[in-house]
């Protein structure tokens, strides 16, 4: 299996691309695949953690694939080991060529390095691919480099996936990243509102680094830890503008036809279609009648979509 490991901890000699590879989209497997070619050295993804910019600018960075989670993506295309380099302070300050010197040559002892032809790194990101091609020079190293990976609506990248599940656009989301989306929580105690009123939910806790499609009622698949069955259910991803307006967002999971005490196990959910925007009814009985539309409207879509 795949490993998740430090800098010390790698199987060397590598072929290595560095990166944050975050959704593992068609533009990041391309670069993979220069990768895993180079089949003598083991095939490596480096990339830093946390994000760089979360340590100098203290800016939010939510992913669309936690490190853990990338581990079968990654795996799959080829690749055998997943390095995170530890960022703080005194890293950003390392010059770009310090960086090719100390950490992909000596520490990881790269003997591919592949990388985009946009790659940025080192202190105030002055290093570049003629970086690497310089302080190279005169070491059995080879350097590829891949183009930037374009459609008909210009680069591809995480951040136009984002957009897109901002906006609900999950299907050319899930074009981008060649695989549906999902995420994963541990069911915790709710209020017991959604059983009260007959449609029984499972509260998920979320890892609050982990990016959420934009709020609203959704068709979604669930599938319950160490199971590979998916389950039909409704997904309510937001705030509770019926039950209390002034409650913090939540994920909640009705699994159709299905009755399974799920208190404390995990589950993965892999949101379809929306359904509608979140609503204010009057009263839980106009709740509940919403919810059975909900459910009819999410079966209806699951008859032309594959498990």
Request: hydrophobic share 35%; glycine share 6%; charged share 25%.
């Amino acid at each position: 299996m795949i490993s998740l490991i430090s800098p010390s901890e790698v199987n060397n000699p590598t072929s290595i691309a560095i990166g944050s590879f975050d959704g593992v989209h068609a533009g990041h497997r391309k670069l993979i695949e220069s990768v895993v070619e180079e089949n003598k050295f083991t095939p490596t993804i480096a990339s830093f953690w946390p994000h760089p910019r979360e340590v100098l600018y203290k800016e939010s960075r939510l992913r669309l694939d936690l490190p853990e989670e990338k581990l079968p993506i990654l795996e799959d295309l080829g690749i055998e080991q997943l390095v995170l380099i530890p960022f703080d302070k005194k890293l950003s300050y390392l010059s770009a060529e310090r960086f090719v010197k100390d950490i992909l040559i000596n520490q990881l002892q790269a003997k591919n390095i592949s990388v985009g032809a946009n790659f940025k790194f080192g202190f105030r990101r002055s290093g570049d691919i003629n970086t690497i091609k310089d302080t190279i020079k005169g070491e059995d190293i080879k350097l590829k480099i891949t183009p930037i990976l374009e459609d008909e609506e210009g680069r591809i990248s995480s951040s136009r996936i984002r957009n897109l599940l901002q906006n609900n656009d999950l299907q050319n989301a899930f074009k981008m990243l060649n695989r549906p989306y999902s995420f994963k929580g541990k069911v915790v105690k709710g209020k017991g509102i959604g059983k009260s009123i007959g449609w029984p939910t499972a509260n998920l806790e979320i890892d609050g680094r982990k990016f959420l499609p934009g709020e609203g009622v959704y068709a979604a698949w669930t599938t319950i830890e160490n199971s590979n069955q998916k389950i039909a259910s409704v997904m309510n991803l937001g705030s509770q503008p019926t039950i209390n307006p002034l409650l913090p967002s939540a994920v909640e999971v009705h699994l159709i036809n299905e009755d399974i005490n799920l208190y404390g196990l995990n589950l993965s959910v892999e949101p379809v279609e929306k359904l509608r925007s979140q609503i204010q009814f009057e009263n839980t009985d106009q709740l509940s009648n919403q919810i059975k539309k909900d459910r009819d409207n999410a079966l209806k879509i699951f008859k032309n979509y594959k498990k």
